[in-house]
């Protein structure tokens, strides 16, 4: 018997845990830790070990598909389904134009190298301004953030939770999902770390989460941190503890920061967070003392309604108090390719278009606005190709959704599975796994606390049919009779692009391919933000963006509103669990044993009794956008008038994923709203934290 172990990375999520697959007789049989990794040190969590329960899942598809008769799929093979899908995509645009097709790009792609560059160039032949993404769920905020403030998108420094005095974490539960827009393996050892270094570590939550435990947890209505921080800026302020040289040398539109920031005295913002104002002023007070302070936040503050907002104060408190590019603060990680200077300047007032949905930022347009689009009177989108992606699970007003797929002449699904979406697919095409491709773990780049790269061969041949995404883009492209890397031969070179990047810090792409081993970089280092990584045009950190106009009058209006709706609205969040990522794991029965077969509404106690609901009890959930009906379960941790719900579920009716449809839970998202107004102007980022929604107990 032939049995090998393979060293490869996990691309579920961002620390890209090093991992050592078994192959046996050509099959992956089994994943563990990668104990020799330099870096992740042999941590890896259940979700990136169950990724061979994927691989092995029996409802992959392994095959073109088309839907035939009746609804039937009928297999096809590739050269079939790429001249008939070419060919649909040819009339529909000859038809109607360019803009009546349109892509959505699901999360998985971040972690694929070479299918986001596959995606864009098909985009851009394709024509169409119509590109839609799952970023606009989650994180599309700190790019405009960033960009905002330091002049490129891809500025994100982190903190230095091996040398910081003071971490404060808005949004975030590292436990369960091992960190976003900060790669780093084991978050929660290097937390314990930092305790026991006598660090001081504040969570601040609308729950008390599973990260906790190290730290202390600051109890926040949702969708209120951007006042939380408002408040602290103001009591650093009125405290005289800012860093009054770095705001002068090297700020702009201070005067303008520290005018919205006053607008909201500790007292004053307390009255829609609910942290109470000496907890505030204790915060601003450690904040000040520390030697090296450093701050983060991630999607619970992402989802909310002014996430760009939240992320320029979360920027200012590192700034102004002088700990960005301090050690101890928050430092910009380069990796193996320093990607803001290469990239260059981006004006942010250069970043919006006027469309027709009114005035966005440009680039992938709001998810939120993808069943509008296609359910719009006047050119509709009327073919759509959804790449590893599930929008009906993603995105806000299910309901809305479903009548919109059910509308297109064509809907294509690139996919692992024929997931919820793609049962409106006409066509299904089976795209590789992460063990059945080779790749690099560049989604970390500019985010590694430790930075290092990593070359995976494909640990086993694709199953079946299963192909590359970049390999189907080139098919589809010579189909449309657009220029294709396949045009030069069956097997191009489709990695120079890496093999540039590295080459410019005097690395080779072969050699790290030939050596095995993760090659390791120049770890966090301050001293070279201001000097050397600062993107905006007078190398200062724009403090106030004048583009913030309108969001901090509406900032003022949204505060106004939580005033008058006082704190006893009930509000839905989105509680992530260590089961689930996204809609990934719905069809592994290894996730879903026990009681975690169905998502359940977490409600605290009080907010339970009031409603009469005993645990485990039935409840709907309901509000202008839908209703959801399951069970409860009463959870002490929820600050009062918080009710939380995993996403991710909402199967039922999924034939293509057996178990999921057995397991289905409810979709989260059918609360939520969608179309215009239900996004952020300045990011595109839709709201999903802090909905309204009523609960009642069921008889
Ligand atoms: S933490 Fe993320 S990258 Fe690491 S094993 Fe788990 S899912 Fe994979």
Redesign the pocket.
Known sequence: MSERDVRT?????????G?VATVREGELVKLA?DRAHPV?RG???????A?VEIHKDPDRLNFPVRRGEAGRGERVTWDAAVEQIGAQLRAIRESHGPNAAAMYIGNPTAFNTLAGPAMGAFGAQLGSKRTFSSGTQDCANKFAGSEAVFGSSTMHPIPDLQHTDFLLVFGANPRVS?GSFISI?DPMKSLKDARKRGAKLYFVNPRETESAEPGETILIRPDTDLYLMAALLHELDRTDSLDREALATRGSHVAELLAFAARYPAERAARVTGVPADTVRRLARELAAARGASVHMSTGVNMGRQGTLAYWLLHMLSFATGNLDRRGGNILSVGFYPAARAAGRREFAQSFADTEYGRLRKGTLPGNLLADAILAKENPVRALVVVAGNPLLSIGGESRMREALGKLDLLVCIDLYKNATGEYAHWLLPSTDMFERADVNITGLGLQHEPWLQWSDAVVAPRGERREEWWIFARLSQALGFKSPLDSGPAPDVWGRIAHMLKSRGHSLDAVRASGEPLVFEPLTPGKFFAEQLQTADGKVDCCPPEFADALARAERIFAELEREGLGKLKLITRRDAYM?NSWYANVPAMKRGDRDRNRLYIHPDDARERELAEGAKARVANAHGAVELEVTHDGGLMRGVVALTHGWGNRGSTGMSFAARTPGVNANALLPSGLDSFEPLSSQAFMTGIPVEVEALA
């Open positions: 990375f996990c691309r579920v999520c961002e620390p890209a845990c991992l830790p992740t941590f890896a969590c259940n979700k990136g070990l990724g091992h393996a990522h």
